[in-house]
């Protein structure tokens, strides 16, 4: 339960950001559904690939690298998914850090809910 729950506020999430950034666009909410499903795939997947073949640059960069390889996540979905749009590296790196933010707030309030 606890889940589906999750997958349901980064579609809240996806939806949110398609609504205030420009150059991003989700055509219906199943899409943003199937997209907070394949981010977190990816995430779940290809991202520590990503993490450890890239580490001597990412070390030399002090971990700024990281937010290209969630742009590199985010692009993935983009080619992955027909209803999901980002257009650039630019956006793609602002979708990603503004996506981490808001399921990090929409998380801990799911967290606070379940203590009261």
Known sequence: MK???RVLLSALAVVILS???PHV???SYMTAVIVAIVLSLLNFIVKPILVIL???VTVLTLGLFLLIINAIIIFLADNLIDGFNVDGI???IIFSLL???LQSI???LLKEDKKS
């Open 99 to 101: 996506l981490s933010f």
């Open 3 to 5: 889940l589906i729950l």
């Open 25 to 27: 666009s989700v055509d």
């Open 106 to 108: 929409l998380f801990s």
């Open 90 to 92: 630019f956006w793609a």
């Open 54 to 56: 890239t580490l001597p």
């Open 19 to 21: 609504k205030i950034l």
